[in-house]
């Protein structure tokens, strides 16, 4: 059963700052691979969308990687602002394109 | 183009008494998912449809969950009798599945969910 996790569940930053945040997944034989945000009380938002054939995504200050072989994907932000802040979420769709599994989320704050 | 549209977007009830959400996704896509998110939580799906087609309702709790997509558009999840822990916020999503000359397309996108509390 495919099993994610999101390291670290919280994380303060100053505004301004590049930052990375994590996402792992047992099996390493799925689909795609999906970041979300979150605002409080909101739906979710889909930022990047990284099939299995490929390693990276960009979307303006956003990159994602994908590597599959080691279960992992990593979420980058560049020059950090205050309306970056929001819960982070990833989705794991496994090998069949079926089934997605979320991970518990990485919740970021931006401090002015 | 309008997103995934639901209602209510909040919902007060006391338990034992039935409830009903509404979820109209975006226009074209044939998949849509139902999802229960408890807080500090990710999301977990409770029913995936392809097309008016229940593809996989496993996590579903059938003695008191029940969804259809009718024509294969918008959808219902209903909850008969409602329970104290069913509170939590219901999430739809959809999503056009398929394969274009860049690759396969299945991105998901969320409504704002309904935040359901069971008193």
């Known amino acids: 059963k495919q099993e994610v996790t999101q390291i670290p569940a919280a994380l303060s930053v100053p505004e301004g700052e590049n930052l990375v945040l994590n996402c792992s997944f047992t099996d390493s034989a799925i689909y795609n691979l999906q970041w979300f945000r979150q605002d409080p009380g909101k739906g979710l938002t889909s930022l990047l969308l990284i099939q299995s054939s490929q390693r990276e995504q960009t979307s303006g200050r956003l990159n994602a990687s994908l590597d599959k072989s080691s279960g992992r994907s990593t979420l980058y932000i560049a020059a950090s602002q205050p309306g970056d802040s929001a819960t982070y979420l990833c989705?794991?769709?496994?090998?069949?394109?079926?089934?997605?599994?979320f991970g518990p989320g990485t919740r970021l704050s931006v401090l002015p | 183009e309008a997103g995934v549209v639901q209602s209510p977007r909040y919902k007060i009830i006391e338990k034992k008494q039935p409830v009903a959400f509404w979820c109209n996704p975006i226009s074209g896509h044939n998949t849509l998912y139902w999802y229960l998110q408890n807080l500090g939580q990710g999301p977990e799906l409770l029913i995936r449809y392809e097309n008016e087609e229940a593809v996989d309702d496993s996590q579903l709790p059938k003695d008191r969950f029940s969804a259809e997509r009718l024509k294969g558009v918008d959808s219902t999840l209903k909850i008969q009798p409602a329970e104290l822990g069913d509170s939590a916020v219901y999430l739809c999503a959809s999503s056009l599945e398929g394969v274009g000359i860049g690759g396969p397309y299945n991105e998901q996108f969320f409504g704002p969910g309904t935040r359901l509390t069971v008193l």
């Open positions: 989705a794991v769709r496994d090998r069949y394109g079926q089934n997605f599994v």
